[in-house]
C-alpha cells in the first residue's frame, strides 16, 4: 500500500491507498477530541489493504476544536480523493463510492458532514466509533441522514456513554441504521498506543477492541461501497463479542 499527505493539497492529514485500482471506494476518518490521525494507522492501513482509500485530516486537533470546520475538512478530503489521481496516476476514486466515519467527537463530525454534501456528492455510507456529542449537535443532524451506517458503541465508555452519543444517534437516524455494542471496550480502545493524555482520560488502548473495529468497519464499508454481500453478517449478524442494539 501506499501514504501520502493530504498536506500537499492544502489540507493537513495523511492517506492511505492500494498500490493500483481504479474507481476504488474511499473513506474520510475524523479523530476524536486531543487526538491524531497517527493513532489511527492500523485501523487506515487495514482498510487500504482491503481496496478502499482512507483519508484522515489531522486539523483541529487543539483542545477547543471547531466541529463545524472539521467536519467541512472531511468533506474536503472526499473532495480530494475523487479529485486527484493518487499514486502517479494509477489510483483513482469513484464518486458514488464514497463514506465518512469517525471516532467520538470525530465521529460526530462524520455525521456532521454527511449532511454537508450536496445531492449529487452524498455518500454511501457512515461509521463512527464511540460517538460524541458536537456542536452543533450530530443527534439532530442524524434525522437528515439517508445514508445507511454503522455505530460501534463503546459499553465502558466513561467519555462518551452510548445513552449519550450513539444509541440517540442511531434512534433518530433517517435511514438504514446498525448499533452494535462492545461490551468491554473502553472510549480510548480504538486508539493505538498509548500517550500521556490518555491517563487524564478512562481506559486505554485496546488490541481486541481495535482488532474487532477493523473487521467490522471494513466488512460494512465493503459491503455497502462495493457491494460485497459476503460482508453482511459482519454488519447484522452475530458478530462475538458484541451485541446488536438496534438493525433497522
Known amino acids: 500500500m501506499l501514504r501520502g499527505d493530504l498536506g500537499l493539497v492544502g489540507i493537513p492529514g495523511v492517506i492511505f491507498t492500494p498500490t493500483e485500482g481504479l474507481g476504488l471506494p474511499a473513506v474520510a476518518f475524523g479523530h476524536d477530541w486531543m487526538q491524531h490521525p497517527d493513532r489511527y494507522l ?14 484522515a ?8 476544536p471547531s466541529h463545524t470546520r472539521f467536519s ?15 499514486g502517479d496516476g494509477a489510483i483513482s476514486v469513484d464518486r458514488q463510492r464514497l463514506a ?10 462524520a455525521v456532521l458532514a454527511a449532511t454537508g454534501r450536496a445531492e449529487d456528492e452524498s455518500v454511501a455510507a457512515v461509521v463512527t466509533l464511540a460517538l460524541a456529542e458536537t456542536w ?13 451506517a454503522l455505530h460501534l458503541a463503546a459499553g465502558k465508555d466513561q467519555v ?6 450513539a444509541e440517540p444517534v442511531a434512534e433518530t437516524w433517517g435511514g438504514p ?13 480504538f486508539l493505538d498506543g498509548w500517550m500521556w493524555f490518555d491517563a487524564l482520560l ?31 453478517q459482519l454488519t447484522t449478524g452475530r458478530v462475538k463479542g458484541t451485541t446488536v442494539e438496534l438493525s433497522r
Open 160 to 165: 462518551s456513554p452510548p445513552a449519550a452519543g
Open 202 to 232: 478512562a481506559g486505554g488502548p485496546q488490541a481486541s477492541t481495535a482488532r474487532l473495529t477493523r473487521s467490522l468497519m471494513t466488512g460494512f464499508l465493503l459491503h455497502q461501497l462495493v457491494g460485497e454481500h459476503r460482508c453482511a
Open 177 to 189: 441504521v446498525t448499533l452494535r455494542r462492545l461490551p468491554k471496550a473502553n472510549h480510548l480502545g
Open 42 to 55: 492500523s485501523l487506515l492501513r487495514h482498510l487500504a489493504s482491503w481496496g478502499i482509500v482512507a483519508a
Open 57 to 64: 485530516p489531522s486539523s483541529q486537533c487543539g483542545p477547543l
Open 72 to 86: 467541512a475538512d472531511l468533506r474536503t478530503a472526499l473532495d480530494v480523493c475523487v479529485g486527484v489521481r493518487l
Open 100 to 109: 465518512l466515519a469517525g471516532h467520538g467527537t470525530g465521529g460526530g463530525c
Open 136 to 148: 452543533p449537535s450530530a443527534i439532530d443532524a442524524a434525522r437528515t441522514v439517508t445514508a445507511p
